[in-house]
């Protein structure tokens, strides 16, 4: 499973959850420094933002493909909340050529089953676990629809893509 570091913003003091290996990427380019173990520190947030729009360094936030060519405006939302831990979606949502077709069509149920087969492929689990999955991945699709505010933008450099 891929690991999630925090990265808290000076100017504006927000904090969000990334791949280490994009808070890496981020470091080695002079983006963010880290400050522990799974903590990073970014002295100015629409910078932060501005890198994390690198379409190398964005997945799929459906299915986890690493070939973004799409993105998703929606309003910020609380995703849910557990432990203390609040996780809340923001700004737009990246999308692969197969999950912006489903987005674009209203084809929800066939997002979600392709989600949950994409993430199956990389992580064995159990039929009682992929179940609670696709319950989880059914609620959080349901709820990008309802905060979804327009149709897909083509990531910058991915308007020449045959893909």
């Not at 994009?22 to 080695?28: G, I, N, R, S, T």
């Not at 979600?112 to 039929?127: N, R």
């Not at 676990?129 to 309802?146: D, G, I, M, W, Y």
Request: charge should be negative; include cysteine; aromatic fraction near 8%.
């Amino acid at each position: 499973m891929t690991e999630l570091v925090q990265v808290k913003t000076l100017d504006t003091g927000r904090v969000e959850e990334i791949r280490e290996e994009v808070a890496q990427k981020l470091v080695a380019d002079g983006v963010i420094w880290q400050q522990g173990n799974d903590l990073y520190t970014a002295p100015v947030d629409e910078e932060f933002k501005n890198a994390l729009r690198d379409p190398s360094l964005m997945i799929c936030d459906f299915c986890s493909s690493p070939d973004v060519g799409w993105l998703f405006p929606a309003r910020n939302y609380e995703m849910f909340r557990s432990e203390g831990v609040e996780r809340v979606s923001r700004d737009e949502w990246a999308a692969c050529e197969i999950c912006a077709h489903l987005i674009d069509q209203e084809l929800w149920d066939l997002l979600t089953e392709h989600s949950v087969k994409s993430f199956a492929a990389t992580q064995p689990m159990s039929p009682l676990v992929s179940a609670l999955l696709t319950e989880a991945v059914k609620a959080n699709t349901a709820r990008f629809s309802q905060h979804r505010t327009g149709p897909g933008i083509r990531v910058p450099g991915k308007e020449d893509d045959d893909t």
